[in-house]
């Protein structure tokens, strides 16, 4: 006995859905989960591996695989299934993981990561891609306090979970720890999961994955680089800006000429989807700058534990799961949607205006409060934004509608942390030198983030000084991603409700593509 998609709008999902939903959530988990555990465990790494000049590139490696992968995954998954670049992209992070955990020295390591990032890059676009093939957009609605919950879960758990295997299993068990987990998703989507199998004549699009590629490694080794590792004066940072644009022009012209897009341009004559594109890389830009500086502050300013730093955010992750889940079912049950940029852009502005007046003084409550209001602001953009973008294009699109959606938001937090963290540190390094003179100026000199051991290590006079400039430079942070996020308001009252599908759109081949019959999920 089969149900075909149809049947997933009409109320009780088939247990088959179900199942196919549990998968898709732990592949999400694995992706988001990834680099927040093996974060707490970097320290262990580079005891036994040694490498330390190298330390960044283990997560860089894997954060620039991701980002030039995920439009890659995207267009795949239109051209030859959904289904097949799913399990691909399960099978290469699993891969990775496994070969991440055997690695004997810090070169091996950051080359597995990198394969292992290559994975990570469809897992989400393959998450957001087969849902939205799956439930009509209608009902998807009620499906993102789910998909909030794992992000909240992954975000809070993964530094325990990190600290947790790292000191009574090893180091790396953080990667092996992918195994049984991908294995059960793996397992569940290739035997519950059939969508139509797509056979597309065109070629894949080299050339276009090949500048676009490079455009984007330029684009985040600039946002990486700039400011720590070199001047963003440098002569190295300009060449990398140089290839990043060159490369990026070059990709737009190539694409109005290409036989089979990597990246269709036409998806952006759509307003809205344009509209959350952008939207999308602003709530990027503004999340991971938060989730960066928030437990600093608390750590130095507060006194807060490091140990439980990602329990320090759970206000802001709180109010963003329940504020997610009331959009998705008002915007199920009533099919309207507007209102919910709105009200995000206004929250998420006062709430970062508000974070920006936390001083030496300001309460564990209050900051609780102002970040409250923050994550509710973000529960009302991080998902409705990809409804309305799948919304937005045809479901021959689904797929590079979902990856370029997820790239904007990436290249966003890439932005939000480099912009965001040079003015911090800016601000650090002036306010040390003015308070502690050429002491405050050498302690700050190499990074103007302090761990808690160099922290308590400081004189108190210092110390003092450390908590001054920390709580200037979140000030100086926060005030400018509330005027960031202005855009957002501005932009959210240009979107057009067009009214969502209450039913899976009928598929609309590509010239030249062979479809095979209406998606089917096999009931169990």
């Known amino acids: 006995m089969a149900d075909t998609v149809e049947s997933v709008g009409e109320g009780k999902q088939p247990r088959s859905v179900r199942v196919v939903l549990l998968a898709l959530m732990i592949a999400m988990m694995l992706a988001m989960l990834d680099n927040m555990i093996v974060g707490t465990a970097m320290p262990t790494i580079v005891g036994e591996l040694g490498g ?16 030039a ?24 992070f699993l891969v990775g993981s496994a070969l991440s955990g055997m690695a004997q020295d810090m070169g091996q390591l950051i080359g ?11 897992l989400m676009v393959g998450v957001m891609a087969i849902i939205g093939d799956l439930i009509p957009p209608r009902e998807r609605g009620k499906y993102q306090g789910l998909m909030a919950g794992v992000m909240a879960l992954a975000m809070i758990g993964g530094p325990l979970v990190g600290g947790t295997i790292t000191d009574n299993w090893g180091w790396r068990w953080a990667f092996y720890i992918n195994l049984p987990l991908g294995a059960v998703a793996l397992a569940l989507v290739t035997a519950v999961l059939h969508l139509p199998k797509k056979r597309a004549k065109a070629g894949i699009d080299y050339l276009g994955v090949l500048l676009l590629t490079v455009g984007i490694t330029s684009t985040v080794l600039v946002t990486t680089w700039g400011g720590t590792e070199y001047a963003w004066s440098s002569a190295r940072i300009m060449e990398l800006i140089g290839i990043g644009v060159a490369t990026l022009v070059g990709f737009v012209f190539w694409q109005t000429r290409a036989a089979e897009p990597v990246l269709p341009l036409h998806i952006f004559k759509s307003r809205n989807f344009t509209l959350m594109s952008l939207i999308g890389f602003i709530t990027g830009f503004v999340m991971f700058g938060a989730t960066l500086f928030l437990p600093l502050y608390q750590q130095a ?6 140990t439980n730093s990602g329990l320090l955010l759970l206000p802001m992750l709180g109010a963003m799961l329940v504020t997610s889940m009331i959009a998705g079912r008002v915007t199920t049950s009533s099919g309207r949607y507007k209102l919910f940029p709105i009200v995000g852009g206004v929250l998420m502005i006062v709430g970062l205006y508000l974070l920006s007046l936390m001083d030496t003084d300001t309460s564990r409550l209050t900051s609780g409060i102002y970040m409250a209001v923050v994550g509710a602001g973000m529960g009302c953009l991080m998902q409705i934004t990809m409804l309305v973008a799948q919304n937005s294009v045809e479901m021959k699109d689904m797929g590079v509608a979902s990856s370029s959606t997820t790239l904007f938001r990436t290249l966003g937090s890439s932005f939000g942390v480099a912009i965001m963290g040079a003015l ?5 390094q002036d306010v040390m030198a003015e308070k502690a003179g050429s002491l405050g100026a050498n302690i700050t000199q190499k990074s103007a983030q302090l761990d808690a051991k160099s922290l308590d290590k400081l004189p108190a006079v ?4 450390y908590q001054h400039a920390v709580s200037s430079g979140t000030h100086a942070a926060f005030l400018l991603g509330a005027a960031v996020a202005v855009p957002v308001l501005i932009m959210a009252l240009f979107v057009k409700e067009v009214p969502l599908r209450s039913g899976p759109q009928k598929p609309a081949p590509a010239e030249g593509d062979e479809v095979a019959p209406p998606a089917l999920i096999d009931a169990i």
Do not use: C
């Open 424 to 428: 911090f540190n800016h601000r650090v």
């Open 462 to 465: 210092a110390r003092e000084a």
């Open 52 to 67: 330390l000049e190298h330390l960044s590139w283990v997560v860089t490696g894997y954060t620039l695989a991701t980002a």
């Open 69 to 92: 992968s995920t439009p890659v995954w995207g267009k795949i998954g239109d051209m030859f299934g959904r289904k097949g670049a799913f399990l691909s992209s399960i099978v290469i």
């Open 112 to 122: 597995f990561r990198a394969v292992q990032g290559l994975g990570a890059g469809g």
């Open 301 to 306: 300013v507060q006194g807060a534990s490091a």
